[in-house]
């Protein structure tokens, strides 16, 4: 074994050395030795300041490279949480696009099934509708079987539908 090896005893030494070194270094000094002459103040004041000078563009630098280096993370974490919301939008988009077919076939599906009723019944089930879907679906049946089932309603319910249908047909906004 070479005097160069390190086995994991002499590492732990080393770092026990190297701890009660810099402990030693750190404690504090007593107030009489920390008394500086005056005539080194002058130079200790320039050699600190003439440090802290040549120093300062290199922190500087230091700080301003570890500021850029934060905020391109921080724009690399906007940037994957912008792709994210980019693709649950499309994936919104496409729901509420088959969500649009499917209505739009329900809808006309509907309108069918109320157009080959028997007025009195269609009359009867429409009243118990919404009446904006209850207007909808007499506005997509033909005009001649819309007024059969409008005859067949209660008078109340089949004025309050036409009305409904007369202000969905109106083209310009009341003011």
Excluded: H
Excluded at 16 to 26: C, S
Excluded at 80 to 99: D, M, P, T, V
Excluded at 107 to 132: F, N, S, T
Aim: hydrophobic share 45%; charged share 30%; proline share 3%.
């Amino acid at each position: 074994m070479s005097a160069f090896t390190q086995t994991p005893e002499r590492k732990r030494l080393m770092l026990a050395a190297a701890t009660a070194l810099v402990l030693a270094f750190l404690a504090p000094v007593p107030a009489s030795t920390q008394a500086v002459p005056e005539q080194l103040e002058g130079m200790v004041s320039d050699d600190v300041r003439r440090f802290c000078t040549n120093i300062a563009d290199a922190a500087r630098d230091r700080r301003y490279s570890l500021q850029r280096m934060e905020l391109e993370t921080l724009q690399a974490d906007i940037e994957s949480r912008i792709a994210a919301l980019e693709a649950k939008r499309a994936e919104y988009e496409s729901w509420l696009k088959r969500r649009d077919e499917f209505v739009d076939q329900a809808r006309g599906g509907l309108v069918d099934i109320y157009g080959r009723m028997r007025p009195d019944a269609a009359a009867e089930r429409l009243a118990e509708l919404r009446v904006d879907l209850a207007a909808a679906i007499l506005m997509k049946l033909d005009s001649r079987q819309a007024s059969v089932i409008l005859n067949e309603m209660d008078a109340k319910v089949a004025a309050t539908l036409t009305a409904m249908i007369a202000s969905a047909s109106r083209t310009e906004d009341p003011a």
